[in-house]
């Protein structure tokens, strides 16, 4: 299955009760060459009006992360756990997670990325492990199989609680230096 396929199939899938509710299905935004891929866990508000992820206020300061360590979304791929906005933002459920997994094995597959950063907790607890604790985990390195697995505070918690955004930074940079590390190319990256 290509891009195209898997995009097609997505945007018409009725897998779960998130498909009576939705405007658009948001598959995922960036180059399919990607090194690195960015996983939140589902669409909100404005994503589901436009069909591209991360486009409301934790977006915009997402792309300002991004932009701190030569990234931006040019040169990786944004995506979700689950492809259509859960009612009134609230976390995904575990079956609409799973309704959506094979969307997002499909995208990894066909990305190949050397790098899965997880964006917040819940991405993390599904794809990192289970009992995941973002507030004593996130900035660590976790490998399965071929890939490297990474989490960092979701840009809407960095919103809420500022106190974080140190940490953040911090998290960032060790994101920017294994990058140029494993980077078939990079010079991809517009790192200062």
């Avoid at 935004?29 to 994503?47: K, M």
Wanted: hydrophobic share 35%; net charge positive; charged share 25%.
């Amino acid at each position: 299955m290509d891009f195209e396929t898997l995009r097609s199939t997505c945007l018409t899938c009725r897998r779960c009760p998130l498909a009576e509710t939705r405007t658009q299905v948001v598959f995922g935004v960036g180059p399919t060459d990607a090194e690195v891929l960015f996983v939140g866990e589902g669409p909100g508000q404005q994503e589901d009006l436009t069909g591209e992820p991360f486009v409301g206020p934790a977006g915009h300061l997402l792309d300002d992360m991004l932009s701190i360590i030569g990234m931006g979304r040019h040169n990786c791929y944004i995506t979700n756990i689950v492809k259509c906005r859960p009612p009134q933002n609230r976390d995904p459920l575990d079956g609409e997670q799973t309704a959506c997994m094979p969307f997002l094995r499909q995208q990894t597959k066909l990305l190949r990325p050397k790098i899965i950063v997880c964006l917040g907790r819940i991405a993390a607890m599904r794809l990192i492990k289970p009992d995941f604790k973002i507030t004593q985990e996130h900035g660590q390195w976790f490998e399965k199989g071929d890939i490297l697995f990474y989490a960092i505070y979701h840009p809407s918690a960095l919103l809420r609680d500022l106190t974080k955004r140190p940490d953040t930074f911090r998290d960032l940079k060790k994101l920017r230096a294994k990058v140029l590390e494993l980077s078939a190319d990079p010079a991809r990256y517009d790192i200062p």
